[in-house]
């Protein structure tokens, strides 16, 4: 009996118990699937949870019920990855060996590395919303918030789903309308890239859609601090930006077992082929989603394309031919804009986001960047076609290698 | 593309004044690309730009979080030497490409 061992059941971990247990035959193949939470979260729902859209309830579900049947299931925290022994050690003592193993332990913010990030304001006046208690906790907030400075800032490349903190600044910008008071708040964002977004059709769209909401942009700052007790982040270079309410993207990091695993880089992300998601450390080991280091976006779109790709090269590499699956670095993010209406952009390793109509070339029914309502539906529509196809590992209308088709150069 | 004279030699450069080679770099030619930016090299500055070099060199990825952490400098430190937009001045002067943020 052959062994593949995957760490994570998050996004990348569940489509690929999903895929690989319809690819492997049973009598063949122990598939094994390892996390250490329950509850499998549909992240990108988190964005929506400070402005009342939705509740707790709306983002989450039981991990168990996206396993295939014939999948073993360990709920454990990881101790680590032994490559050079073919195993992993779980906390407790329990040792898995593998013939296969696949990384899918994702990122997660991690405030300490700001100073003072997480000092005594930190779930008073500073919020994230990368995960369900900082989400909550700002709902709590800003239902009874009476204005002020509301300053979004990034606190390092890279980081999860990078048009979430624009959405962010434009649902701010639609919540605080509708309320009545947008007059008293003050946004800012505060990015440590040149601009809005990184590559330039898509910066200067979104640029000039913070402009038009009225939003100020702060560029190139690299935070140092956070002055809990005046209020303010400083920057290295000696800029200070005030805040009454500060919404913070932490600095991501990968899973500390892959550190405790000496296989991460400075971010405890795992080296990885961009190509084949094959890591650099053993053959016998790949990558997929979050936790590798490859030079596209962290997003779930990402893995969903990955994992047609990973589950390609992987049955290369058991039944011993070249690889023949190539990732493309294909990311595709609709982008909500407030009031109803959302932009949409997809893109690769090469080619940046550019203006056309998307999947259906002429069509649609999405508009890449371009603000319409039929994308902000697009979004919605998405959290269903998560739960019910995307996981599980079905097909979806939608190439997993970038097309030029409907795309304006 | 263009081409510029540093130390009396001849260099292609990007549109943003990178150089396309960076076989081509020598301390001189980083010392005048310095002086263009206003920085007058020391030896601390080479130091670093002798790390910044070699990570390129094998492939690796600039970060400013990984230059803190190169025993070199510290961030400030780093910030001092390159003020303003210390990474992008620093790859221009070492004569690499400009780090691209992918995210």
Redesign the interface.
């Given at each position: 009996m052959k062994r593949l061992l995957i760490l994570g059941a998050g996004t990348g971990g569940t489509i690929m118990a999903n895929k690989m247990r319809k690819a492997l035959a049973r009598e063949d193949w122990d598939i094994t699937i390892v996390d250490q939470h329950k509850t499998h979260y549909y992240q990108p729902g988190f964005l929506f949870i400070p402005f009342g859209m939705y509740g707790k309830k709306d983002v989450i579900k039981p991990k168990s019920d996206f396993f295939p049947v014939g999948v073993n299931v360990i709920y454990s925290k990881i101790d680590k990855i032994e490559p050079d022994d073919n195993s992993v050690l779980l906390e407790g003592g329990v040792v898995l060996n593998y013939d296969y193993l696949i990384i899918a332990t994702g990122t997660r913010t991690a405030p300490e590395e700001v100073d003072g990030l997480k000092g005594d304001l930190w779930y008073k006046n500073i919020f994230d919303f990368y995960t369900i208690e900082g989400a909550l906790a700002l709902a709590d907030y800003f239902k009874t918030w009476k204005g002020g400075k509301l300053v979004i800032n990034i606190a390092e490349l890279p980081f999860k789903c990078p048009v979430a903190p624009l959405e962010f600044a434009f649902f701010a910008d639609a919540f605080f309308t509708e309320r009545g008071m947008r007059d008293k708040v003050d946004i800012t964002y505060v990015t440590p890239l040149p601009g809005a977004f990184t590559k330039p059709r898509a910066t200067k769209m979104l640029g000039e859609l913070l402009v038009q909401k009225n939003i100020t942009i702060i560029p190139d700052f690299n935070i140092m601090e956070v002055d809990n007790e005046n209020k303010k982040i400083v920057d290295y270079g000696g800029t200070e930006v005030e805040f009454d309410c500060l919404v913070s993207i932490p600095t991501n990091m990968g899973d500390p077992m892959i550190e405790r695993s000496g296989m991460g880089d400075d971010l405890g992300f795992v080296p990885t082929d961009k190509h084949t998601l094959q890591s650099k450390r053993a053959e016998n080991i790949f990558v997929i989603g979050d936790a590798a280091d490859v030079p596209t976006s962290k997003a779930g779109s990402v893995v969903h394309f990955e994992a047609d790709i990973l589950e390609e090269n992987l049955l290369c590499a058991i039944e011993n031919r070249p690889f023949t699956g190539h990732f493309d670095g294909h990311a595709n993010c609709y982008i909500e804009t407030g009031y109803g209406k959302g932009t949409l952009i997809d893109f690769n390793y090469d080619t940046e986001p550019l203006p056309g109509s998307f999947p259906f070339p002429g069509l649609g029914p999405f508009g890449l960047l371009k603000v319409s309502r039929m994308n902000h539906y697009g979004k919605l529509i998405f959290r269903w076609i998560y739960w019910h196809i995307l996981l599980k590992g079905k097909e979806m209308p939608i190439d997993s290698e970038m097309q030029m088709a409907g795309k304006k150069l | 593309m263009a081409t510029k004279t540093f130390a009396g030699v001849s260099i292609e450069v990007s549109a943003e004044g990178y150089m396309m080679d960076a076989s081509q770099w020598t301390k001189e030619i980083g010392t005048e690309i310095a002086k263009e930016e206003g920085i007058e090299l020391t030896d601390k500055h080479f130091e670093l730009i002798d790390f910044i070099r070699n990570k390129v060199n094998n492939g690796e990825?600039l970060?400013?979080?990984?230059i803190g952490?190169s025993g070199i400098v510290d961030?400030?430190g780093?910030?001092q030497l390159f003020?303003?937009?210390?990474l992008k001045k620093a790859t221009k002067i070492s004569g690499v490409p400009k780090p691209?943020?992918?995210?």
């Open positions: - | 990825t970060t400013i979080r990984g952490k961030i400030k780093f910030y003020p303003g937009a210390p691209a943020s992918c995210i």
